[in-house]
């Protein structure tokens, strides 16, 4: 009996997985979208919802998020970045802090296995955000992921840490400026400078662009992704929650009222559907800006 129950259960899986496959080739006829973020927002809600033990919605929302990969891969989508830790978060009870510490150490250990998603699908991961300020364990291991996974070239996983957009900008005109005042000493001290540095020797244009928009970008931390094309934040919330405000001014957002460790295959659907319908409206807008 239970290995006609076995025999059913892998039925009835591949005949899903066959669906999906379906599904995938009929939405491939439109635009696919080239990068999709989350928001996994409602673990904590999830956990005391169904009346889990503490933690338990958040080691439920990563497999939520694994299933999420998977199609996001397999609909062809190279760029996925995932918001899993804010920088607001530290404020919460030590205890919780280290709790999730523990878990992204677990999860991280996971990642560098030979038959993860990421090895499976050619995915290189990235941890975006202001990894000094995660414990010593955890940054090790997410150096050692980055490591792992450089030469996987198919997708790109970016993992934001420690992360807020207000840290990424501030930290993007801070490298900016400390990267141009270099170049202006450099010219300076071999003579090439004509005096930039001392006071008085800009003129007012000069100084309005020693500094250029790409300057800025290319000293963010999510710079080796392109600007989502959309948003998804489960929980029925519209906000972005200082999340990608710099790349995010011409994505589609769509909030799901699922908690995360609920989302599933019809939400990502929805999502991708939503999307198609109004993509020539935001590339035009991305055209035009």
């Known amino acids: 009996m239970e290995r006609i129950r076995e025999r059913v259960i892998q039925i009835y899986g591949n005949l899903v997985s066959l669906l ?8 491939s006829v439109g635009p696919i979208p080239n990068h999709i973020a989350f928001i996994m927002d409602g673990n904590r809600r999830f956990t005391k919802k169904c009346k889990l033990m503490e933690g338990a919605g958040h080691k439920i929302g990563f497999s939520a998020l694994m ?11 190279r760029y996925v970045t995932v918001y899993a830790f804010s920088i607001e978060n530290f404020k919460r009870s030590p205890e919780e802090v280290q709790s999730l510490m523990d878990l ?18 050619g995915v290189r991961v990235i941890f975006s955000g202001n990894l000094k300020l995660l414990s010593e364990p955890v940054r090790l291991a997410a150096e050692r992921a980055m490591l792992a996974t450089a030469k996987n070239s198919k997708a790109v996983l970016s993992i934001c840490v420690a992360y807020t957009s207000t840290n990424e900008i501030m930290h993007a005109v801070q490298e900016s400026c400390e990267e141009k005042w270099d170049e202006i000493t450099l010219l300076n001290s071999s003579g090439a400078g004509y005096g930039l540095i001392s006071l008085g020797g800009y003129e007012q244009d000069e ?16 710079a080796a992704a392109p600007d989502p094309d959309i948003i998804i934040r489960t929980s ?3 906000r972005l929650s200082n999340f990608l405000l710099w790349q995010s001014a011409n994505c589609y957002l769509y909030s799901p009222s699922v908690l995360w460790p609920e989302i599933g295959f019809r939400q990502f659907l929805w999502a991708i559907l939503n999307f198609q319908q109004i993509h020539f409206y935001l590339d035009k807008q991305r055209k035009q800006s």
Do not use: A
Request: charged letters at 30%; hydrophobic letters at 40%; proline letters at 0%.
């Open 67 to 77: 299933s999420m990969l998977k199609y996001c891969y397999e609909f062809g989508v």
């Open 20 to 27: 999906q496959k379906c599904i995938f080739c009929i939405l």
């Open 104 to 121: 992204m150490l677990e999860k991280i250990e996971e990642i560098l296995k030979e038959q993860s998603i990421v090895n499976r699908y």
């Open 207 to 222: 100084m309005d662009h020693l500094i250029k928009l790409t300057d800025i970008e290319k000293h963010m931390y999510m």
């Open 236 to 238: 029925g919330e519209t």
